[in-house]
């Protein structure tokens, strides 16, 4: 989890956090959900079945070698999906603050939450809202995903 505490351009303060959520409650569009689970069962089973068949091969007969850059090959595959799956997870980018630093009657902050899928992306959104805090003295901008709550 990544936070930061911001002064904006009026002399507010925020608090800026990015927070990798490991249950996908973003809404997404029908092309960006993932395949599901019966998706990820196949490509473990077809995986399974390459690796078996490699490895009957390689005891049936002796005089057979397998080449290291078909076992790399084969790491790397396996490796990919995991390693992906990890990355693009989504996470919460949440604003929160806006008080005047002598503001003492206890009035509701304001705050913006939003969704982003990907570590690079989400780590791009969290320098731009910092950056936009700092000029603008919000955090609300055309592209953004944050949303006031």
Known sequence: MSQKVVTGVDGREWIVSL???????????EHE??????????IIVVLGLLIF????????????RTPLWVILILIVVIAFFPVRWALRRPRRLRVEGGRWPDDDDGG??????????????????????????????????????LQPQ
Not at 53 to 64: D, H, K, L, N, T
Not at 117 to 140: D, N, S, V
Request: hydrophobic residues 40%; aromatic residues 10%.
């Open 33 to 42: 959900k993932e395949g599901g689970r019966k998706a990820v069962i196949g």
């Open 108 to 145: 509701r902050a304001e705050e913006w939450s939003g969704f982003v899928r990907g570590r690079t992306e989400a780590r791009a959104e969290f320098k731009q809202a910092i950056k936009t805090l700092q000029k603008r003295g919000t955090p609300a901008r055309a592209n953004s995903p």
């Open 53 to 64: 068949a490699q490895i009957a091969w390689a005891f049936q007969v002796p005089a057979v």
């Open 19 to 29: 927070k990798i959520m490991w249950t996908d409650k973003s809404e997404g569009f």
